[in-house]
């Protein structure tokens, strides 16, 4: 690891390792979109960033609990506004499911306005003998199986850049009105969600939650303040590194170089190792910052990678993000946290049970069981109890949309059923029954370790 003396700047990242970075054939182009990008707004501020971080070092000691959640990879023709607002209402319902079993104040971070640059394992595709570089999310190249759409455009950036702007600004707005009311709870359902098993269990949480409000606003005389804001942070992975580069901005007030393009960017396990450029990239930011971790990472590693980011162990900078697979929490999982805990290193600890529990079904899809996606979630929180950690946040795949992309769950969801409507162009998303009933399990679970206390 190299020392910490060792000068950072924006652009330092590009002495480092840079992988799964986009080669692309017009130089010139790419240069005039990132001048251009560099001249653009930026999408967040300095003000939200450190609001975010601040909550975030609440939930790693238990006060609240971080929900981030999203798409695995978006796409520019879902930045549209259903799509948007059904994302917000699945968000917005689990997050009332949370809040009433666990009885925390929820985080809401969502894997949306940025998440379009995806790591792929391998450079190309092969489809009938014939290969094609790989598709790399929509702000590189297009899925389609062309040597046209596999080109990367550098054109994609800039509506990639447009595609958050717009997305934030619903986001915002309706984060800020009516829509997001908790009185309003009853309104988020998803028209097509009426016959999720797990509807009614939500109604009744609604119902109880109704009388409650009632109630305090019958003692007190008032109407129940504060409910009618919510707000939303965003995420991505910071994995194409000029465009990264484009949005660090410093803020003089603050005297600190944020990036501006999302709340909390996260490195990948792909780009997560020594002398990394994205490692390197993210060390000299002053946002709160994710490393999505797997079941090959050593204690000792962990600690290094930890003290390289977070030298001076602020409480809140940084988000362990643990996806492992169902099988090896067990075995991995514990000798990462006390290294953690011996070493006194102040982290946020978060589970992600989507990346580790990825499959590839009999008929060559690619999907999860929401059987194992449950397990491991409910192996690391029975581990964080065991070891008196505090896991502080979950992280899934997840839509607003009716899709069939996970099996399993009460919906019933089978193997023969995912072609129906499997719309991911990458990973498979929790749909909406799923990540009710997902949310139902989590608060389920916390209520249990209350009363069993
Ligand atoms: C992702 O979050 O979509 C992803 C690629 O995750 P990981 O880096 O954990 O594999
Ligand atoms: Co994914």
Same mark, same amino acid.
């Given at each position: 690891m190299q020392s910490l003396r060792e000068k950072w700047s924006p652009e330092s990242w590009r002495k480092k390792n840079a992988v799964q970075q986009v080669v692309y054939t017009d130089k010139e182009h790419l240069t005039a979109v990132l001048s251009q990008l560099q001249q653009h707004p930026p999408l967040v501020t300095s003000w939200e960033i450190e609001a975010l971080r601040k909550k975030l070092a609440e939930a790693a000691t238990g006060r609240r609990f971080l929900l981030q959640g999203g798409d695995c990879a978006e796409s520019f023709d879902d930045c549209k506004v259903e799509f948007i607002k059904n994302r917000l209402k699945i968000l917005l319902q689990m997050s009332v499911i949370l809040i009433y079993g666990m009885r925390m104040p929820i985080i809401r971070v969502g894997?949306?306005? $940025?998440?379009y640059a995806k790591p792929r394992s391998a450079s190309h595709e092969t489809r009938n003998g014939i290969s094609l570089p790989s598709y790399r999310g929509d702000n590189i190249n297009a899925p389609e199986f062309t040597p046209e759409a596999r080109e990367p455009d550098p054109q994609r950036l800039l509506h990639a850049y447009y595609c958050s702007a717009i997305q934030l600004n619903l986001v915002r707005a309706l984060g800020d009105? $009516?829509?997001? !009311? =908790? &009185?309003?709870? !009853?309104?988020?359902? =998803?028209?097509?969600? $009426?016959?999720?098993?797990?509807i009614q269990t939500y109604q009744g949480i609604i119902g109880k939650i109704y009388r409650a409000l009632d109630f305090a606003k019958t003692v007190s005389d008032h109407p129940i303040g504060g409910l009618g804001r919510v707000t939303f942070y965003s995420s991505h992975e910071a994995l194409h590194l000029p465009y990264e580069e484009a949005f660090t901005r410093e803020v003089i007030h603050a005297n600190a170089v944020y990036? =501006? *393009? #999302? &709340?909390m960017p996260w490195i990948g396990k792909r780009t997560l190792f020594e002398d990394s450029a994205h490692v390197e990239y993210m060390r000299g930011i002053r946002n709160p910052i994710g490393i999505k971790i797997g079941h090959d990472m050593a204690p000792s590693d962990l600690k290094g990678l930890i003290r390289h980011l977070n030298p001076l162990n602020d409480p809140g900078r940084l988000t362990i993000i643990t996806r492992m697979g169902a099988t090896k929490v067990e075995d991995v999982l514990p000798q990462l946290i006390d290294t953690v805990k011996r070493s006194g290193l102040n982290v946020l600890w978060c589970c992600d049970p989507m990346h580790g529990n990825t499959e590839t079904a009999s008929s060559g899809i690619k999907t999860r069981k929401f059987g194992n996606i449950l397990a491991e979630l409910e192996a690391v929180i029975d581990m964080h109890a065991r070891m008196k950690t505090v896991l502080g946040g979950v992280h899934f795949e997840l839509t607003g949309e009716d899709v069939t992309e996970c099996v399993g769950g009460a919906s019933g969801i089978r193997e023969e059923d995912l072609?129906?409507?499997? &719309? *991911? #162009?990458v990973d498979p998303r929790l749909n909406v029954s799923q990540s009710l009933e997902m949310a139902l399990k989590i608060a389920q679970r916390y209520q249990n370790m209350e009363t069993s206390k």
């Open positions: 894997r949306f306005a $940025g998440q009105a $009516g829509f997001a !009311d =908790l &009185h309003n709870a !009853d309104k988020w359902n =998803l028209n097509f969600a $009426g016959q999720a098993p797990y990036n =501006l *393009s #999302t &709340h072609n129906r409507r499997y &719309h *991911s #162009t």
